[in-house]
């Protein structure tokens, strides 16, 4: 890497662009403070919600392209398009994620391939699993907060007081100064800040979509202890 930093040095036109997820971003400035200032005025962030259609479907596209498929498949997905890239939960991720690693069973046909696809696409828990053993512990204790709260939860108020009380008694997994950086760690991975729907002032946090909340009190009943 710093052979290839020398080289890009004597071609002041080329400019190197470093892609990765918000999440590992925050996790790497936990360990690297100094590196906070340099990256933010300089990074550019993409937004799911900000996808067109177009872009979800060429998206969708390139992955079909590079996956290990027979065509018969690879035309089911096709002509199963519109349930895909409808889907409240969409994510390349998730998309990415099962044209990657789980391929046609012995004896399974192209159509309930790419049912099977669909319905994932809906509620994508084992890459949802993925995502979350990659997140930092603080990020972590924000998601079981936001899951069992039934009703909006302010960021700078009821979010904040119950994350300072769960980070004092987890004994210093969490750091409780951290806590804007966890935020910005699940911003667009796994939750979105956004206006309250009851008070237009007011700031709250949610999870990107359903299929989140629902993985997220799935493994809350599974990891009750």
């Not at 177009?54 to 027979?70: C, G, N, P, S, T």
């Not at 699940?186 to 309250?196: A, C, H, N, P, R």
């Amino acid at each position: 890497m710093l052979d290839l930093f020398h080289v890009l040095s004597s071609y002041p036109n080329i400019r190197l662009i470093f892609t990765t997820r918000e999440f590992v971003l925050q996790q790497g400035f936990l360990c690297f403070p100094e590196l906070e200032d340099f990256c933010e005025i300089r990074k550019i962030n993409l937004r799911l919600r900000s996808y067109t259609l177009a872009q979800k479907a060429e998206i969708l596209y390139r992955h079909l392209d590079e996956a290990w498929l027979e065509y018969r498949y690879v035309k089911a997905v096709f002509n199963a398009r519109e349930n895909i890239l409808h889907s409240g939960a969409y994510s390349p991720r998730s998309v990415a994620y099962y044209l990657e690693h789980v391929l046609p069973g012995d004896g399974e046909g192209s159509e309930e391939y790419a049912e099977a696809l669909a319905a994932y696409v809906k509620s994508p828990k084992e890459y949802y699993d993925k995502v979350f053993s990659q997140l930092s512990y603080g990020a972590k204790i924000i998601c079981m907060l936001l899951a069992v709260s039934e009703e909006e939860i302010r960021v700078h108020h009821e979010l904040r007081q119950g994350f300072m009380g769960v980070a004092d008694a987890c004994g210093g997994k969490a750091e409780k100064e951290q806590f804007d950086n966890y935020l910005r760690e699940l911003e667009g991975v796994f939750t979105t800040i956004q206006e309250s729907m009851f008070e237009e002032t007011v700031i709250v946090l949610d999870f990107l979509n359903y299929s989140i909340r629902d993985f997220m009190i799935e493994y809350l009943s599974q990891h009750i202890e």
